[in-house]
């Protein structure tokens, strides 16, 4: 009698929460401001974070989610990672349609299970659970839940109420329960212009509520989603990672734990090595030199494999293993040309970072674990180098477009200090070209022009020379997708990689280049670096705009006009100053069939405000213009 | 004499062999393989194959009878860095069935060359992975040590299964050059392969047949293929063995093209499908051998044919549906309609049903074969000649030989005195006779009732369309504003709602108005977009200010303005491959724009017309000036789906023409 008397009170309990479930996601009873340029709409995305202990956390979800269309779908985010610290206990989703009756019940078994390898990894010890839902019908909503148990603490996800561009939230919250003997801490940011309450801030509990958030529009040159849109960042000051036990308040302290605990014994090298990279090293002694032929040693030897094993994937594979192996990754990669470096009495420090086209900086107001990426910084008298040691070709202390100008942590002997990477210059981002073309009679163009690159510009060009020549010729013809009918008749790379310039000797030709009609003929007289890309119109810009790094262009080109025909018209100089920017264009005529083409183009890094955007976009046309411009020719 | 001749032709043979053979065994390394700088016959290739040695056997137990053993063993020669990849390896393996199959790597080593000797660095334990991917695979990998711009790596794996409805897939080529290459297969009588070859290389093909035996003692009746006798003693198995050898030299590095279908039609390798068992004492077992039989197997299996004859489940559905329905035509698109929105695809594909058409149907979602399945199933009970259609997906690549997995997909299709009807109902926007582009790949084969099959042309015989009309206004600076109206049909207008579907229309716009060189929009609306059976159109009014430049006070107009096609699809000098364009289609341009005041037509593009030869296109352009407007009519047409590699030097011709009359622009004076 107990026992029925009970399972009465639970059907009660579930058919209640049933009901409230369907009366509440009803799909019609999204306001309409909500649904606007949103693909999903979150109702509600609860998280309920419990950290028992050091070595103890639980992260409870509870996401309530309506689809309206296809591209919504990713917005389910319905998985779930796992190793051998974390469980998933429990993973579960139930579906409704539109009007909020029960579609499907989608139980565990009914969730993909999959190894997390794919592309350079080679192994990994993680897996992950996923929902993969056919949606029968649109809009529908999908109610989400689970829960993770992991000893991992040094992980706190990040709290971010708005997700994804095309979203909108109903509803976001947010808790966390934690002893207060571990020193929680959190770091709040962009939280302006978004409606977050924060109901409960402790030492032992946090919680916030976001609500009616707005679908975001994604536009060109904004800067980070994380930039822009709130997030709460959270951590502890003691922690576990992956079974090895931590604590650091300061960046000092963080890397002493990490070089003792992570780092430490992985150094090691056998004494053949060492006096193998001594004999080569020889009488060098300047440091900086000494790092040079170490790091090209490593160029030589070694290949990059990811291989995701051993405390969560934080700790290099032994240098004496990566030694043997020649390959590693990051990590390993580093951690072995830091162990040759040192046999050779130059040091260098493991350094940990984002490595990211964009500039994503660690927080260095916020001690933990961060980064994705580990390269090395060997100090130069008073400034650092710093190398990738992941690449068998870039040259020794490049970092453009990948780890540059941004905030690093660098293990040093006495602990972690935050450092700033190389910073490259917009005006050092060069490219010059040089050289001339003929037109003849016919239309038909040939010339030769030198293209030499240096700075970040350098790290868009040299892989040009280990491309396979049919790629190398699809290349050009994207690059002057100005001319059509392109041939290239000759192609010559120099890569001096110790003053990091990339040059490349071009001939070509192609024809119907200028048009003819009626005894006339148009040539556009910029062939070789015409700008024909274009900056999007974007009705009523919201965000900031970002040219995250600067350029600065030189061309010369010599121009040979058809004999037979004479000039009627030459485009005129021109010349534009912006704040972004400045751009010249110059012909001289030395006689009647020769000219010299003199154009400028250098374009300032920076972050700039939403209304400049229009500005910006007018400049780059008026660029894209000018470069188009044409001489005309009238048969004599 | 002759005799003798032959004798000694023979033994020189087989010299010949052995000693080639030799040079093709794991762990001979030579110094000259590991001081070649780069491939002598192809100077660009990052790594070499330097042989590649496959043979299949089959192992008898008692316990399990034959099992089936691939072994293969490898030797590569890494030029480039850029070849580091190849000495990366995986074989996958599969776990899904209740048999599992095993993957074991052996005598893997990296081979360099120290101060004039050969370095041998073997691959140790912690350099082999092995890994469940998920439910139905697991993978064995392996990451060969000390590898550097020089190395020659070796390694052998071998695979042993109990899935012998097929042998592994032997590729000849790959995307490196190949020096040799070699495929052996010991079949026992009692099974027999239908091998497959394609590609443009043919490799030499030699047979040898040995009697073998097999000794083992008997305790119970065992799996087929043992069940030989019944006594409980020492036995014998007696059998006939056939071997073959595939050998293939000097292949060149595979290459991918655009506008290619599948790079994989065209790579050279064969494959062998399982065409017949015949064990002791038991009738033979058929399979693939023909087209006809291929077909007839696929529809015998349970998770096939017997859907088909389903209809329990949707017969109290379908009399609402149909009612009142009276042609082939509208029983066709409301059977259509009806299953597109009943049942959402998975993106599976496959002709086997996986839940059945009765799960499928309870749950609104299924694989294609469920969708279809059913669709054909229903289109019966309307009393139509409906029949499924088996199809290979462009990503399966085409089915060139008649064999079970040359299929993995399935649609319906109904013969009607027009003609025949092909539908799909796993994608919203297809409509009868106008399939997804996955589907349109060369021929599929239609399976009728009685089991019997027939070849089904499944590209597009008629002209999707794209009708564009333009009427706009030239002032003197240049500014232009006007309307246009565009109206799409058949595959035109499928891509069409693919791309605009869950679009919002200021998203559509903006983007439509940055592809379309920064016109303004305004007065935009849309038709039959959700109509599939009509053209969809869209029409709207336009100003732009940058579609005309003002040089030496004159104005230049490209009368296309942003249609113009400004760069060449076709840029290659040579191709190897066809250029497949999917469907037939016709571009039909009207533009009439008038000139501002005070001004003349002083240059106009003078009438052209390309022909393609055999009539695989043609390309006409238009012009004619009244008063102060410019009339313009042009077409473009492809009037075939696929056009071979051999005219393609004319194809690019006719572009590239067609490209120049398109750029050309008016010149208005001042009068």
């Known amino acids: 009698m107990k026992i029925k008397s009970l399972f009465l009170v639970l059907t009660i309990c579930i058919s209640i929460a049933v009901q409230a479930q369907k009366s509440e996601y009803n ?87 999959q190894s997390a390898v794919s592309g350079s990894t080679l192994f990994s010890e993680n897996r992950y659970v996923f929902l993969d839902y056919t949606p029968i019908v649109y809009p529908f909503t999908l109610i989400y839940e689970s829960e993770v148990q992991t000893s991992t603490t040094a992980f706190i996800p990040e709290w971010k109420p708005l997700t994804d ?290 700075g970040t510009r350098y790290g868009r060009k040299y892989y040009l020379e280990k491309m396979q020549p049919t790629d190398q010729e699809k290349h050009y013809k994207e690059y002057w997708d100005n001319i059509n009918n392109l041939k290239i008749d000759k192609l010559a790379f120099v890569n001096d990689k110790e003053a990091i310039r990339f040059t490349e000797n071009v001939a070509i030709s192609a024809v119907n280049y200028g048009t003819i009609a009626n005894n006339k003929m148009m040539v556009p007289v910029n062939a070789f670096t015409q700008y024909t890309g274009s900056v999007k119109r974007i009705r009523n810009r919201k965000t900031p705009f970002e040219i995250a790094r600067g350029s600065a262009d030189s061309d010369e080109i010599k121009v040979v006009l058809p004999a037979g025909f004479s000039v009627e018209f030459l485009p005129a100089n021109f010349e534009s100053k912006t704040k972004f920017g400045s751009y010249t264009t110059e012909i001289i005529k030395k006689d009647d069939n020769n000219l010299i083409y003199k154009r400028t183009l250098f374009v300032k890094s920076g972050l700039y405000a939403n209304k400049d955007y229009d500005e910006y976009r007018l400049f780059m046309e008026q660029v894209n213009r000018n470069d188009n411009a044409k001489i005309i020719l009238t048969k004599n | 004499m002759s005799l003798n001749k032959s004798v000694l032709l023979l033994l020189l043979l087989s010299v010949c062999l052995q000693s080639n053979a030799q040079e093709f065994k794991l762990g001979k390394v030579s110094i000259a393989e590991l001081q070649q700088k780069q491939h002598p016959k192809d100077t660009t290739a990052v790594a070499a194959i330097l042989f590649e040695k496959g043979e299949v056997h089959f192992e008898f137990t008692q316990d399990n009878g034959f099992t089936m053993v691939t072994e293969v063993a490898t030797r590569i020669k890494i030029y480039k860095k850029e070849g580091y990849d190849f000495s990366n390896q995986k074989v996958a393996y599969y776990i899904g069935g209740s048999t599992k199959e095993n993957v074991s790597f052996t005598d893997a080593a990296t081979y360099n060359l120290v ?259 059913m669709l054909t199933a229903m289109l019966r009970y309307a009393g139509l000649t409906a029949n499924p259609v088996l199809v290979s997906t462009r990503s399966n690549g085409i089915a060139l030989f008649p064999n079970r997995t040359a299929f993995n997909y399935v649609i319906a299709a109904v013969e009607t005195p027009q003609g025949v009807v092909l539908l799909d109902a796993t994608d919203k926007f297809a409509m009868p006779n106008v399939l997804p582009f996955r589907a349109l790949n060369w021929v599929g084969r239609l399976i009728r009732k009685d089991g019997t099959s027939q070849e089904i042309d499944l590209m597009p015989k008629v002209a999707s369309m794209d009708t564009i009309a333009m009427n706009y206004t030239v002032d003197a600076n240049g500014q232009i504003s006007g309307k246009l109206r565009e109206q799409k049909t058949d595959h035109e207008a499928l891509l069409f709602r693919k791309n605009a579907d869950a679009v919002t229309a200021d998203m559509y716009l903006e983007k439509l108005e940055n592809e379309y060189k920064k016109i303004e929009i305004s007065d935009y609306v849309r038709a039959n977009e959700k109509e599939l059976q009509l053209p969809v159109s869209e029409t709207f009014a336009f100003k732009g200010a940058n579609l005309c430049e003002i040089i030496g006070g004159k104005i230049y107009i490209s009368p296309l303005l942003f249609f113009a096609k400004e760069q060449n699809p076709f840029k290659q000098e040579v191709r190897e491959y066809p250029v497949d364009f999917g469907y037939p289609f016709l571009e039909k341009y009207a533009i009439n724009i008038t000139i501002p005041d005070g001004y003349e037509v002083e240059t106009l593009p003078v009438a052209a017309i390309l022909k393609m030869q055999d009539d695989l296109g043609a390309f006409k352009f238009m012009t004619n000036v009244s008063g102060n407007i410019i009339q313009i009519a042009m077409t473009h047409q492809i009037n075939t789906p696929i056009i071979s590699s051999e005219y393609y030097p004319m194809l690019k011709d006719y572009y590239q023409g067609m490209l120049a009359k398109q750029s050309e622009k008016i010149i208005l004076k001042k009068i």
């Open chain 1, 27 to 113: 799909a019609q009873s999204i306001s309409d401001s909500l649904k606007e340029n949103a693909n999903a709409v979150v109702r509600l995305n609860q998280i309920d974070i419990l950290i028992a202990s050091q070595r103890s956390m639980t992260i409870k979800t509870k996401r309530v989610i309506t689809v309206l269309n296809e591209k919504g779908l990713r917005a389910i985010d319905a998985i779930e990672w796992y190793n051998k610290s974390t469980t998933v206990r429990s993973i579960e989703a139930i579906v409704y349609d539109g009007l909020g009756n029960e579609i499907k019940k989608i139980k565990r078994k009914d969730f993909k299970d």
């Open chain 1, 165 to 454: 561009y095309f979203l909108s939230v109903e509803k976001s919250i947010l808790n966390v329960n934690c002893p207060s003997n571990l020193g929680f801490k959190k770091k709040e940011a962009n939280f302006s212009d978004f409606k977050i309450v924060k109901s409960t801030d402790t030492p032992t509990q946090l919680s916030y509520t976001a609500t009616h958030i707005l679908a975001q529009k994604r536009e060109e040159y904004s800067p980070d989603f994380d930039v822009i849109f709130p997030v709460v960042t959270m951590g502890l000051e003691y922690f576990n990672l992956e079974g090895v036990d931590g604590n650091a308040k300061t960046w000092k302290e963080y890397g002493q734990w990490f070089s003792e605990k992570i780092l430490s014994g992985t150094d090691d090298l056998s004494a053949e090595t060492k006096t193998k990279i001594r004999t080569l090293v020889g009488n060098e002694t300047d440091p900086i030199k000494k790092a040079r032929i170490v790091y090209h040693y490593v160029q030589e030897k070694t290949r990059y494999i990811f291989i995701h094993v051993g405390i969560g994937g934080w700790k290099p594979m032994p240098a004496s293993d990566v030694d043997r192996l020649g390959y590693g990754d990051c990590k390993a990669l580093s951690n072995y040309t830091k162990a040759l470096l040192e046999a050779v009495d130059v040091p260098a420090y493991y350094t940990e970072l984002y490595g990211d086209e964009d500039k994503m900086d660690i927080k260095s107001d916020f001690v933990s674990i961060q980064g994705n990426h580990v390269i090395l910084c060997v100090p130069n008298k008073d400034k650092y180098l710093f190398l990738e040691c992941t690449s068998q070709d870039i040259p020794f202390g490049y970092q453009a477009n990948f780890t540059d100008d941004r905030n690093v942590i660098v293990m040093k002997p006495d602990g972690g200090e935050i450092i700033r990477t190389k910073i490259y210059d917009d005006t050092d981002n060069t490219k010059s070209s040089k050289g001339s073309y003929t037109v003849a009679p016919d239309g038909t163009l040939s010339g030769t022009v030198t293209m030499v690159s240096e």
């Open chain 2, 115 to 373: 101060d004039g000797k050969i370095e041998k660095t073997k691959l140790k334990s912690d350099g082999e992975f092995n890994e469940k991917v998920n439910r139905y695979w697991g993978q064995v990998k392996i990451a060969l040590p000390n590898v550097k711009v020089g190395s020659v790596i070796e390694f052998k794996y071998t695979v042993k299964s109990s899935r012998y409805g097929s042998l592994q897939d032997w590729q000849f080529q790959n995307s490196i050059p190949v020096n040799y290459s070699e495929f052996k297969t010991y079949i026992p009588e009692y099974y027999s392969y239908k091998p497959s070859m394609k590609g443009f290389i043919t490799p030499k093909v030699t047979e040898e047949k040995k009697q073998k035996t097999i000794n083992y003692s008997y305790r119970e009746p065992a799996e087929p293929g043992s069940a030989i006798t019944t006594s409980s003693s020492q036995e014998k198995l007696e059998f006939q063995e056939t071997k073959t050898t595939y050998v293939a030299e000097n292949l060149p590095a595979l290459k991918e093209e655009a506008f290619v279908n599948n790079i994989n039609n065209y790579a050279s390798s064969v494959s062998h499908e399982l065409s017949v068992i015949k064990y002791p004492n038991r009738p033979y077992e058929y399979y693939s051998t023909d087209w006809a039989a291929v077909t007839k197997t696929i529809y015998d299996y349970d998770d096939f044919g017997p859907e088909l004859n389903k209809t329990g489940y949707f017969e109290d559905d379908l009399k609402i549906v149909l009612a009142g329905l009276n042609t082939t035509d509208e029983k066709i698109s409301a059977l259509l309609n009806y299953v597109k929105n009943a049942v959402k695809w998975n993106d599976y594909t496959g002709y086997s049903c996986n839940d059945g058409v009765k799960k499928a149907y309870k749950d609104k979602t299924g694989n294609v074969a469920e969708i279809n399945l």
